[in-house]
């Protein structure tokens, strides 16, 4: 993601838009120009034809989704959890000898082949929520955080940005240790954490955040630290929250509330925080969440895929929580099946349709994602925003047939990943005719990046 030379301001690059969807409408024939720093200097509507060195990109053009919660090496467990029954603590056994097997050097090449993946879905920018900091046993590296490091440059080397959400684990349970499997990812204290997280920098393409992994994980004496590093840097501060039922048991027996109370009286709700799943809730915890303007970040694959539940997203929404979404395991990468599962769920749930608008489930997978994850100038196609945006294509089985106005209607609710034609980020091509610019064998990295964690 280098930045040309040429002064700030001056458009070095034309995007022609066969169709573009400008946030409440499909708007054919627009012209987005570009500047070196890689902002829109303009919005050029009725430009019937492009104009000479343009670069067309045709289909329907929306402002680049933003997957605000990723694991990235859970994608290595892809197909390979789908045998026989069980549960998310199942599933979470099967996960930890994969993070076992991880360094900085095989995490670095699977989150490359991972993000370049997302950059094929339309994906522009990654909320990774981190919590594998050391080696297994938990002994530091030489650098403490080189795997957050290793994050970092891969999504910089696959065309993405980054919000680096370096998460508080530290202990295994209520009132328990972490067990030998998550000793790599704990600290110690929140005020260890706390100096490790300070040294790492951000990039032209990365920013860093924290997060609280979950109220199990980071004993409540410590949640304060953990908020008031976020709040002193003005950085998005993530949690799961009520991800299971069998997390609110716990924390009631050891707190007498909810996770959303207990979270609510340490300090760690606000509007630049984020709660994901926020599945298990009561009524008094979505008042909570929504009158402190948290967000909800909602995960529909992976919820439905680990047998989790179904989140109350519109009465979240309804009470104040900005809306946004994620591909959390990776079941699939396809932040469009993300957008339509939240209403398709809630369609099942209370046997009614019609709960969110395309262009509403939009911009949660664009605008509401890029604010979670502290990148408010982009997820939108906007003059002075930055020119962060997918290109859908309208002629494939999945999307022919509508008229043009409900373009986005097709994407949204017929499209799928596979859709997605051209990617540009920061103004620089990421992905043209389905192709990823500088990870041309995205599915031969990811092969051998997986193939090199198993047992």
Not at 103 to 112: C, E, G, K, Q, V
């Amino acid at each position: 993601m280098q930045v040309t030379t040429e002064p700030a301001g001056t458009p070095v690059r034309t995007y022609w838009l066969e169709h573009a969807w400008l946030g409440t409408h499909v708007e054919p024939g627009v012209a987005v120009d570009v500047a070196a720093d890689g902002r829109i200097t303009s919005v050029r509507r009725g430009a019937e034809r492009p104009g000479p060195g343009d670069e067309i990109l045709r289909g329907l053009t929306i402002p680049g989704l933003a997957n605000a919660h990723s694991h990235a090496f859970h994608r290595a467990l892809r197909g390979t959890v789908q045998v026989g029954s069980g549960t998310f603590w199942t599933w979470r056994e099967v996960m930890y000898q994969v993070a076992a097997r991880l360094d900085p050097d095989s995490y670095f090449r699977l989150a490359r082949a991972v993000y370049a993946e997302m950059a094929l879905a339309g994906i522009t920018a990654v909320g990774e929520f981190h919590y594998v900091h050391h080696a297994p046993g938990g002994a530091r590296y030489d650098d403490p955080n080189a795997m957050g490091e290793a994050l970092v440059a891969a999504a910089g080397e696959a065309g993405i940005r980054i919000t680096l959400l370096d998460a508080a684990y530290l202990a295994g349970g209520f009132g328990q240790p972490p067990n030998k499997h998550q000793l790599r990812f704990s600290d110690g204290s929140a005020e260890a954490w706390a100096e490790r997280v300070s040294a790492l920098k951000g990039a032209e393409h990365a920013r860093i955040g924290a997060a609280v992994h979950s109220v199990r994980a980071v004993p409540a004496r410590e949640l304060g630290t953990v908020a008031a590093w976020a709040r002193q840097r003005g950085a998005p501060l993530h949690v799961h929250l009520s991800e299971q039922t069998a997390e609110n048991d716990a924390c009631a027996a050891a707190h007498g509330c909810t996770p959303t109370r207990l979270l609510a009286d340490h300090g760690v709700l606000g509007p630049r925080t984020t709660g994901v799943h926020n599945t298990h809730l009561t009524a008094e915890d979505i008042t909570l969440v929504g009158g402190s303007r948290t967000g909800t970040c909602m995960c529909p694959t992976t919820e439905r895929d680990l047998a989790d539940g179904i989140g109350p997203a519109p009465a979240l929404e309804k009470a104040g929580s900005p809306l946004s979404l994620g591909s959390d395991s990776h079941a699939v990468i396809d932040l469009l099946e993300e957008a339509r599962a939240l209403e398709l769920n809630e369609r099942l749930r209370s046997r009614t349709r019609g709960h969110w608008t395309a262009a509403a489930l939009l911009r949660a997978a664009s605008a509401g994602g890029h604010a979670a994850l502290g990148w408010s100038e982009a997820g939108a196609i906007e003059a002075g925003r930055a020119a962060d945006f997918a290109t859908v294509a309208l002629d494939s089985v999945r999307t022919a047939g509508p008229v043009p106005r409900l373009a986005a209607e097709a994407a949204v609710f017929g499209g799928t990943a596979a859709d997605v034609r051209h990617v540009v980020v920061a103004g620089r091509p990421a992905v043209r005719d389905g192709v990823h610019v500088s990870v041309p064998d995205v599915a031969g990295e990811l092969s051998s990046a997986i193939a090199a964690l198993r047992l």
